[in-house]
């Protein structure tokens, strides 16, 4: 079975620090990888999504790949009350799937 | 533009009832999606519609119909739902090939008395 593993939290941090999210997966066929922020009640709005080995920048969110080890992870840098959310990390099963395995999620609170 | 809309917002029915929920993008997107989500947990892949036909069913009851009838429009008609179907359902689209970027609507919030 494809499964996408995270921590579900609460993941605590202060205003101003890094949050670091993490998330493994199972499916070594697994291409491309997605983190959703979910506010309370909302519905998932995309935040990066990530191809490649290695790091990807936008603003103060860094998305990190590495397919030897299964590993995503999404840091996101001077964080905000407004980041409190539910990050959902979700992985593409392999060529020609339109299926998005999703982790459970990770409960973040930003506290000021 | 990164929109995808979803009507009703809310919705109440009874079990007996007959409904549809609605989404509409117009992104030229060629793949949608429906996702149940409950609380707590992450949303579940129900159908999907690449090029206007179904590709996926993930053995979702027949009580739900799916119906896209344009690139633009995803239909889910509902019939018989049990108070265990109360739910976000998402609709999503993506551009049309596998593996792209899904980006979701604002979902419809289901409670089924």
């Known amino acids: 079975q494809k499964e996408v593993e995270q921590n579900s939290g609460p993941l605590s941090v202060p205003e101003g620090a890094i949050a670091s999210l993490n998330c493994t997966y199972s499916d070594r066929g697994s291409q491309s990888f997605f983190w959703y922020r979910q506010y309370s009640g909302k519905s998932p709005e995309l935040i990066m999504f990530?191809?490649?080995?290695g790091d990807k920048e936008d603003g103060r969110f860094t998305a990190q790949l590495n397919k030897a080890s299964q590993y995503v992870s999404l840091l996101i840098r001077d964080s905000q009350p407004s980041d409190s959310a539910t990050y959902l990390c979700?992985?593409?099963?392999?060529?020609?799937?339109?299926?998005?395995?999703f982790g459970k999620g990770t409960k973040l609170s930003v506290i000021p | 533009d990164t929109e995808v809309t979803q009507t009703p917002k809310h919705l109440v029915m009874g079990m007996t009832n007959k409904k549809s929920l609605k989404c509409e993008q117009h992104m030229g997107h060629r793949a949608m999606y429906w996702y149940k989500q409950k609380a707590k947990k992450p949303p579940e892949l129900m159908f999907v519609y690449s090029y206007e036909k179904l590709s996926i069913n993930e053995s979702v009851p027949s009580r739900f119909s799916p119906e896209c009838p344009n690139s633009s429009l995803l239909n889910l008609h509902l019939h018989a739902l049990q108070p265990e179907d109360s739910a976000l359902y998402l609709c999503?689209?993506?551009?049309?090939?596998?593996?792209?970027?899904?980006?979701f609507g604002p979902g419809t919030r289901l409670l089924v008395l």
């Open positions: 999503a689209s993506s551009l049309g090939h596998a593996q792209e970027t899904q980006y």
């Open positions: 979700a992985a593409h099963s392999g060529a020609g799937s339109y299926q998005l395995t």
């Open positions: 990530i191809y490649s080995n």
